[in-house]
């Protein structure tokens, strides 16, 4: 079966420090990939994709994911968090026009 | 920028009541879904909706559930008799014409809280 597997429930960054968001997949072939956040009371917004080609997207908000077709993962980064990042993010995947398969989710915290 | 909207914001029905959710996806985009999320669980996929017609539907999609696309703006969900476990978070997208082999993101609304009591 499809799924996206997101490890950590929960992370808690201090402002100015460095972010990395584990994801990893499993899928019958390589799906396209995505990276949404969930601001609280607010939809779900595109932060960046991966379809083909190049394996480091650059994203809104100064976030990048890099495409581990090895390790089947798309972890997303960013170099230095900022209070407005906390939020839930989902790593999703999909192929083609077909559903999305969603991540749990992880909630970011950050500290001032 | 356009952007994917949905009505209510929230929705608050007694069991087996019929709801409808609304949904005005990005006005020159073809491709629509309906996904929900009960509290603490993840993103479900629930029907995509094409061509005025059914594309895919998940386990969840039963009898229960209906789309429709009433006129070239909205996008609707309708659960004939709401239960209990109808409760959650339900999340309209919508996704362009284009490339293909769809490499094409989908656009998600703000979503619906539903609460049947």
């Known amino acids: 079966a499809q799924s996206v597997t997101q490890p950590d429930i929960h992370i808690t960054v201090s402002e100015g420090a460095s972010l990395e968001l584990r994801c990893n997949y499993s899928?019958?072939?390589?799906?396209?990939l995505f990276w949404y956040v969930q601001s609280p009371g607010q939809g779900l917004q595109l932060l960046l994709k991966y379809f083909s080609g190049d394996t480091l997207v650059q994203g809104i908000k100064g976030f990048e994911a890099e495409f581990k077709r090895s390790q089947s993962s798309f972890n997303l980064r960013k170099p230095s968090v900022h209070w407005s990042d906390a939020a839930e993010y989902f790593c999703?995947?999909?192929?083609?026009?077909?559903?999305?398969?969603f991540g749990s989710g992880t909630r970011l915290q950050v500290q001032p | 920028e356009p952007e994917v909207t949905q009505t209510p914001s929230h929705q608050v029905t007694q069991m087996g009541q019929e709801v409808i959710l609304r949904c005005v996806p990005i006005?020159?985009?073809?491709?629509f879904y309906w996904y929900r999320q009960i509290l603490g669980q993840k993103v479900e996929f629930l029907v995509s909706f094409y061509n005025n017609e059914i594309s895919e539907k998940s386990e969840i999609f039963d009898d229960q559930f209906s789309v429709e696309r009433p006129d070239g703006s909205n996008f609707t969900l309708k659960i004939r008799s709401t239960k209990l476990e109808d409760s959650a978070m339900y999340f309209c997208?919508?996704?362009?014409?284009?490339?293909?082999?769809?490499?094409?993101?989908?656009?998600f609304g703000p979503g619906t809280r539903l609460t049947v009591t």
């Open positions: 997208a919508s996704s362009p014409p284009g490339l293909a082999g769809g490499k094409n993101e989908q656009y």
């Open positions: 899928y019958g072939a390589t799906p396209y």
């Open positions: 006005s020159n985009h073809l491709y």
């Open positions: 999703v995947a999909g192929t083609g026009r077909r559903a999305l398969t």
